[in-house]
């Protein structure tokens, strides 16, 4: 392409079960992630906060100590991995930035074992089991879009996904690929009334980011219960038609694979102009909180 990004990027997403110990993770996803690198995986992504359980579903001051800083032991991790097996990586941390200043922060990694750079989890969400306003600022580095030489990545986390202006943003300056790392779940006792309108409306909102803004997007969930919540899984692969280029299951720990066609980008924009037709002259309320008189 004349941009220099290849015409194919193949994506990995690493959807697995948390371990009982930091230590028992990693050696558990180096196992994964080489298997996804032999597979042809050229851009791998994990979970959201992958290393450790889940730490929001209370409000505990003793989870603080799980945070690290972006040049700790999670990131060199990944650095470590990406370098062996020459493959860029993405990984979520709960980051310590400074004494009473955390974040939900993703590192993305090169494949030289570069840290290229971070995106810090902009939208935080506040539910039952997801007390993440009480762990984390919401993130102050905009919407950044990180050249990997062979595709520009686009990275949100989890609670992004649900905001049509995120996936928007990524897209105008740059984004061909949208990668979120996830961990969603049902609550048991809710799961048999909503249960499959929760998942569907969380797969929809990943496909129609894919159609409105004509780019690869992809999410990576964990899966398996801890304590109180079930994360559904079902990790995806959307192409700029919206289309499921591959799904895993709900309950599996897998490595799911899907090809990227970058050309296939052009080719629907130009088919769907969505970004020509814009009419930015008009949209001055997006600015405002509310505008119902």
């Given at each position: 392409?004349?941009?220099?990004?290849?015409?194919?990027?193949?994506?990995?997403?690493?959807?697995?079960?948390?371990?009982?110990?930091?230590?028992?993770?990693?050696?558990?996803?180096?196992?994964?992630?080489?298997?996804?690198?032999?597979?042809?995986?050229?851009?791998?992504?994990?979970?959201?906060?992958?290393?450790?359980?889940?730490?929001?579903?209370?409000?505990?001051?003793?989870?603080?100590?799980?945070?690290?800083?972006?040049?700790?032991?999670?990131?060199?991790?990944?650095?470590?991995?990406?370098?062996?097996?020459?493959?860029?990586?993405?990984?979520?941390?709960?980051?310590?930035?400074?004494?009473?200043?955390?974040?939900?922060?993703?590192?993305?990694?090169?494949?030289?074992?570069?840290?290229?750079?971070?995106?810090?989890?902009?939208?935080?969400?506040?539910?039952?089991?997801?007390?993440?306003?009480?762990?984390?600022?919401?993130?102050?580095?905009?919407?950044?879009?990180?050249?990997?030489?062979?595709?520009?990545?686009?990275?949100?986390?989890?609670?992004?996904?649900?905001?049509?202006?995120?996936?928007?943003?990524?897209?105008?300056?740059?984004?061909?690929?949208?990668?979120?790392?996830?961990?969603?779940?049902?609550?048991?006792?809710?799961?048999?009334?909503?249960?499959?309108?929760?998942?569907?409306?969380?797969?929809?909102?990943?496909?129609?980011?894919?159609?409105?803004?004509?780019?690869?997007?992809?999410?990576?969930?964990?899966?398996?219960?801890e304590g109180s919540l079930q994360f559904w899984g079902s990790s995806l692969v959307c192409d700029p038609n919206g289309v499921v280029l591959a799904r895993a299951p709900h309950d599996q720990e897998m490595v799911l694979l899907a090809d990227c066609e970058l050309e296939k980008i052009d080719v629907v924009r130009t088919h769907w102009p969505f970004l020509r037709d814009r009419r930015i002259d008009t949209y001055h309320g997006l600015l405002q909180r509310?505008?119902?008189?």
């Open positions: 392409m004349s941009d220099g990004s290849s015409s194919q990027v193949k994506i990995a997403l690493i959807q697995h079960r948390a371990c009982p110990s930091k230590q028992a993770t990693f050696d558990r996803l180096a196992s994964l992630v080489a298997e996804a690198a032999d597979r042809g995986g050229q851009l791998i992504c994990l979970p959201e906060l992958f290393a450790t359980y889940y730490p929001c579903q209370t409000e505990d001051h003793g989870q603080f100590a799980l945070a690290e800083t972006v040049d700790g032991p999670t990131t060199h991790f990944l650095q470590d991995l990406a370098r062996q097996h020459r493959v860029a990586l993405v990984g979520s941390i709960f980051e310590r930035r400074d004494a009473g200043l955390y974040h939900n922060t993703a590192v993305i990694v090169d494949n030289s074992g570069a840290l290229v750079g971070v995106y810090r989890k902009t939208h935080i969400p506040d539910d039952p089991r997801y007390y993440e306003k009480f762990y984390f600022a919401p993130g102050d580095l905009g919407y950044p879009v990180f050249d990997l030489g062979f595709c520009r990545l686009a990275v949100g986390v989890c609670w992004d996904q649900w905001f049509p202006e995120v996936a928007r943003l990524f897209a105008l300056a740059g984004a061909q690929i949208l990668i979120f790392p996830t961990a969603i779940g049902w609550h048991p006792e809710e799961k048999a009334l909503f249960g499959a309108l929760q998942h569907e409306a969380w797969e929809l909102m990943h496909r129609s980011h894919a159609i409105a803004n004509g780019m690869f997007v992809a999410a990576v969930n964990r899966t398996g219960s509310h505008l119902k008189p």
